[in-house]
């Protein structure tokens, strides 16, 4: 089998996993955070495309630290609204207006964040840099958010 027939089949197979709406876009997630697992890191925050989420422990509940400078490598996690999965309780996540005026996305008052350096969804190469950003592990957090 030459290679672009290789390629071809290749695509007819990962075809099915790829749902497209009538306009031929990629059907978003119906979620705006849901979790992955890592077999490192256990079961972490996500967004709706598998990005990995954060938090500082530089913050403080309800109050970001990063700001400026930072924000270029650490940017906030902002969306209009939060639906989760029933894996995730909604009551757990809030929001705070940061200085700019922008809303950021909390969880259990923990402001979220992006890493500017993971590339692809599913990195978590920020993960216990500068002993203060780690992943957001719901079950870390404890039932009651504490």
């Not at 979620?31 to 925050?45: E, Q, V």
């Not at 403080?60 to 650490?74: D, H, K, N, Q, R």
């Not at 909390?106 to 950003?133: E, I, K, M, V």
């Amino acid at each position: 089998m030459s290679l672009s027939a290789a390629l071809f089949v290749a695509l007819l197979l990962i075809a099915p996993a790829v749902r497209l709406t009538a306009a031929g876009a990629r059907e978003a997630s119906p979620y705006t955070i849901t979790t992955a697992n890592s077999k490192d890191f256990g079961s972490y925050l996500t967004d709706a495309q598998g990005n990995a989420l954060y938090y500082s422990t530089q913050d403080l509940p309800g109050a970001s630290e990063c700001t400026a400078g930072c924000e270029i490598v650490w940017p906030p996690f902002t969306v209009s609204r939060v639906i989760v999965p029933s894996n995730l309780d909604p009551s757990a996540f809030g929001y705070i207006i940061r200085d700019n005026g922008r809303r950021q996305i909390t969880f259990h008052g923990w402001p979220l964040y992006y890493y500017s350096r993971d590339w692809a969804p599913h990195d978590t190469n920020g993960q216990g840099l500068y002993g203060s950003w780690y992943l957001v592990r719901p079950a870390l957090f404890g039932p009651a958010g504490n």
